[in-house]
Structures are given as C-alpha cells and as structure tokens.
C-alpha cells in the first residue's frame, strides 16, 4: 500500500471518528433527543409497509428491473436502501412526548453514526 493511499485511509478514519463524537456530543447537550440511528424494528415496519402498497398496486419509485426483481419486500428495500420513501418515524420519548423524524434523516445518521473505523 502506497503511503498516499495510507495517508488518505487515516483521513477518512479520522473524519468518521470526528462526525462520531460529534453525534455523542449532541446527544449529550440534547440537541439530539433521539437515538441516532433507525431501529430494526422501525424499519421492519416501513418495509412492511412499503411492501403491502406495492402489492397493493402503489407505482414503485425504482425501476424493478434494474435490481431483477419484482418482489415487492425486495423492491422497497432497495427504495429505502437510495433514501426515496417519504415516511416519517414517530417515536415516543420516556416523558410522553412524541418525536417526528424523516427517513431519510434517520438514515444519514445512521450511516454515520454506523461507521466502520
């Protein structure tokens, strides 16, 4: 491995631990009153429920035939997996109250808050 390539991998691995520690410190301050990052029971909803309008005869927002499947559980995977679904994750906090999160804002979080380093 080139030391260039090195260089560049220290980088990103920094950067990931720096956008890490910035989501903890968030969380911290409570300027994120959430968990960041999507549940596997959130999104085991949202591709049910995603699923149940395709076979229902909802339009897809992929083209089916650029994964070689119409299998409606797979189809909205691969929608959630680009960020197209327009869904809202509602989640109810200890003290009652009830929080609204975008899907595809719980995503990006996830995916940085899931870094591999």
């Known amino acids: 491995m080139s030391s260039s390539n090195q260089t560049s991998d220290s980088i990103l691995k920094e950067d990931a631990l720096i956008s890490v520690l910035n989501i903890i410190n968030d969380l ?5 009153t ?4 999507i549940t596997k ?3 085991a909803r949202i591709v049910a429920a995603r699923a149940k ?12 035939q650029e994964i070689g499947t119409y299998d409606p559980v797979d189809i909205a995977l691969e929608e959630i997996r680009r960020g197209l679904i327009p869904f809202i994750v509602v989640r109810t906090l200890p003290n009652g ?4 999160i975008k899907l595809k804002d719980l ?3 996830s ?6 380093l």
């Open 34 to 37: 959430y968990p960041p990052r």
């Open 111 to 116: 995916r940085k808050f899931d870094v591999k």
């Open 107 to 109: 995503l990006d979080l």
């Open 53 to 64: 309008q395709l076979a229902m005869g909802a339009q897809p927002l992929i083209n089916p």
């Open 28 to 32: 911290a301050k409570g300027k994120l």
């Open 41 to 43: 029971y959130e999104l």
């Open 97 to 100: 109250r009830h929080i609204r």
